[in-house]
């Protein structure tokens, strides 16, 4: 429980909550794919590899620019947490922070997802996703959120107050990113970062602002799909919290693999090419 407020609110408290909000990032000016386009590719596409990733682990995989990605729930509702590099570049990697500053709490349909600094360009564009009828709930929880950070043993040994836990996203991902590009393991757990928290379902308490999570939407079928706007590695964890419905880290709730599906399509919309790095020019005022 958060303490009580000490100070005597003002006399005019309630004119200064009544200020209307301004967004922070007026987006109006920002390039928006063509998503018509991109959808039309779908049609005739190839599927060229197919990943499974099993419960409570993590697995990566590449992406080639200029195809689809598709993260699909099988056997039962599951969350996963997804990190994106640039395959030819770790240091390029997904920025959860600016991408929810960019589109909301909460991404889905034509949503963008932006690289780190200084790269900032988008690195993918989703293109389908099942849940989209899910919106906003009563309690204010949606999908797919770039609020969480990801589970960790971190936070897990502070809570527990000394407990060991190995199979948090945060170490499924260590694990599966080391696996994949030979670096050594505490070398890796440096590239992993916040997470796309793939068809999990969050939101923040209205009473304390608590980020909270609730019972997972999705169901077998469902799935979430973007277009590599350039070369990506993705790792994706399928985590130990099952649907997230009660506690995560757990070795004792329910949880199911994931299924990845990437494919080509056919052809590319004309004049399409890869987004160019930032144009910022990196000289910081001198």
Same mark, same amino acid.
């Given at each position: 429980?958060?303490?009580?407020?000490?100070?005597?609110?003002? /006399?005019?408290?309630?004119?200064?909550?009544?200020?209307?909000?301004?967004?922070?990032?007026?987006?109006?000016?920002?390039?928006?794919?063509?998503?018509?386009?991109?959808?039309?590719?779908? =049609?005739?596409?190839?599927?060229?590899?197919?990943?499974?990733?099993?419960?409570?682990?993590?697995?990566?995989?590449? #992406?080639?620019?200029?195809?689809?990605?598709?993260? #699909?729930?099988?056997?039962?509702?599951? #969350?996963?947490?997804?990190?994106?590099? +640039?395959?030819?570049?770790?240091?390029?990697?997904? &920025? $959860?922070?600016? *991408?929810?500053?960019?589109?909301?709490?909460?991404?889905? !349909?034509?949503?963008?997802?932006?690289?780190?600094?200084?790269?900032?360009?988008?690195?993918?564009?989703? /293109?389908?996703?099942?849940?989209?009828? &899910?919106?906003?709930?009563?309690?204010?929880? $949606?999908?797919?959120?770039?609020?969480?950070?990801?589970?960790?043993? &971190?936070?897990?040994? %502070?809570?527990?107050?000394?407990?060991?836990?190995?199979?948090?996203?945060?170490? +499924?991902?260590?694990?599966?990113?080391?696996?994949?590009?030979?670096?050594?393991?505490?070398?890796?757990?440096?590239?992993?970062?916040?997470?796309?928290? #793939?068809?999990?379902?969050?939101?923040?308490?209205?009473? *304390?602002?608590?980020?909270?999570?609730?019972?997972?939407?999705?169901?077998?079928?469902?799935? !979430?799909?973007?277009?590599?706007?350039?070369? %990506?590695?993705?790792?994706?964890?399928?985590?130990?919290?099952?649907?997230?419905?009660?506690?995560?880290?757990?070795? *004792?709730?329910?949880?199911?693999?994931?299924?990845?599906?990437?494919?080509?399509?056919?052809?590319?919309? =004309?004049?399409?090419?890869?987004?160019? %790095?930032?144009? &910022?020019?990196?000289?910081?005022?001198?």
């Amino acid at each position: 429980m958060k303490p009580a407020p000490i100070t005597t609110a003002p /006399t005019d408290a309630e004119a200064r909550r009544a200020i209307a909000p301004v967004v922070c990032y007026p987006v109006e000016t920002l390039s928006r794919p063509d998503l018509a386009a991109y959808r039309a590719l779908r =049609e005739g596409m190839e599927l060229v590899e197919t990943v499974i990733v099993p419960p409570r682990e993590a697995s990566a995989w590449t #992406v080639p620019a200029g195809h689809f990605c598709r993260m #699909v729930s099988r056997e039962g509702p599951q #969350v996963g947490d997804l990190n994106l590099f +640039n395959a030819n570049d770790l240091k390029e990697r997904f &920025y $959860s922070g600016k *991408t929810r500053a960019l589109n909301g709490t909460h991404v889905g !349909l034509g949503d963008q997802l932006f690289s780190s600094f200084p790269y900032l360009r988008p690195m993918a564009t989703i /293109t389908h996703d099942t849940l989209d009828w &899910y919106g906003f709930d009563a309690f204010g929880g $949606s999908v797919h959120d770039v609020i969480g950070t990801r589970c960790d043993p &971190y936070t897990h040994n %502070l809570l527990s107050h000394g407990g060991q836990y190995h199979h948090c996203c945060h170490s +499924n991902l260590t694990r599966a990113l080391a696996a994949h590009t030979g670096l050594p393991l505490h070398e890796a757990e440096g590239h992993v970062h916040d997470v796309l928290n #793939v068809f999990m379902c969050t939101g923040f308490t209205r009473d *304390t602002g608590q980020y909270f999570m609730k019972a997972s939407p999705v169901r077998p079928g469902d799935y !979430l799909e973007f277009f590599a706007e350039i070369d %990506l590695l993705a790792v994706l964890s399928a985590c130990p919290g099952g649907d997230c419905s009660s506690e995560h880290s757990s070795d *004792t709730v329910a949880c199911y693999p994931l299924v990845v599906e990437v494919y080509r399509p056919a052809g590319l919309p =004309e004049g399409w090419a890869p987004p160019a %790095l930032n144009g &910022y020019d990196r000289t910081h005022g001198l």
